[in-house]
DNA sequence: CAAAAACTGCGTCCGTCGGATACAGAGTAC
DNA sequence: GTACTCTGTATCCGACGGACGCAGTTTTTG
């Protein structure tokens, strides 16, 4: 990864064109989904600094340079493999309230991010969304609509959520992985013969630990907080 | 950022060791502390991936080489960066309860990330904490010290903060920068045209827009919930 | 049916970066 | 003063992203 700057009309293009109609030459031996998922095997076993123009090239049995017939550079390339492995959002579940999709929704996008932990990484910063990046958005406004919030307010919303997915996905091991030693763990060790230096955390890790929480936590706490705002507006509005 | 691989032993004695005794040999002409400053001038100006031990060595006139002399590689220097470039947390608000320690410790966070850019991809992954990071962390527990919230709690709430503060640090730009277009102009544009695609985006993003108040939003959503909690928390330890 | 046009895949080359290694000189302890 | 140790440096290497131009293949046009 040393390539920050992103041609972004050929990634519009690429994110958002439909396939063309028919074309001259020889016909591609490669797809762009093709490409991507190639892509994503590779950076999902070894992160982001394991993706190589190289190996992506090998494993679809291409030269290097061939590859660049289809994208710019690695930096588009991520963002293609970002969209597909994104993928499409799940449908609402039946029958639930603006908490259950939003809850249901956040614990989906939270099981992407942790299957493809470079994800994080490659979504850092400013960027030009694909259509199922704006889907997922989409899903979240719509869960939103009629409860009083404000358009801006619903986008908070989403961004609060994405950003809560995302930064615990992080914390989390991939689902593939053995029990492992956790955060914490190696927390306790770093804080042993330090005790008044950080005598409230050692106080903190005295405490029962059972099991890792934080996605079930700060999702309460996040959905709770945004039920109070729709309940405080509801009695607004009947009132005034 | 081609470096993925971090001498764990190392970098702890980097981060938390003492400086030491009297050394032999000729004195060392630079320091850990302004190799890391050189490092965080140039990566707050270019990001990551415009920081080369070359240019840094540069800035400090020296050869390249002379900095694997205190330094085992990238990995660690961003490390030590980044530990140089949060430095020590401020001091809570006088006569400020828990909710008003948390609200300053998460806004003053905001704009420790937002200053420095990289930071957020510096803090992806499990790391290998320094002494400031862990004080910020202290903070967190002392604020919520006696609010009846388990350790456990305690730290996810510090692990929700962290999260908010630094996912909002990466859409606000940094506070050098001219007002620009922001995210949601780019939206509005590729919204366009598809409206049928993307209802509820398109209707939310057509109420009026003020400014973006994403960080204030979201951190009263969670400071909301959060007081939620302890307060049952207090009803059910006075009613039990 | 022939020829032109367009597009694909590939071989070669270059600049840059992180890092290993070995060496010469400088400063300190005995 | 002498031996030892640590510093800064010069040189070298492999890997990577990407530019460029060539040859072959397929489709369109006369």
Redesign the pocket.
Known sequence: ???G?VDQRRLYELLWSTPSG?????????TLAAIARAGIAIADADGLD??????V?ESL??????L???V????E?VALMLEAAMGEPPPPPEGADWRGQLDDWARQLFDRFRRHPWAHAATIGPRLPGPHELAWLERVVTALTDTGLTGDEQLDVAVLLVGHARNLAQHAAPPTDAPGPNQEAGLAALLRGREERFPALTAALRSPRDGDHALDFGLARILDGIQALITARATDAHSG
């Open positions: 990864m040393a390539t700057d028919p074309r001259r030459g020889p016909r591609p031996t490669l394991g993706l190589t123009m190289q190996r090239a049995d291409v030269t290097k340079m061939a660049y017939r289809y710019p550079g690695k930096a390339l």
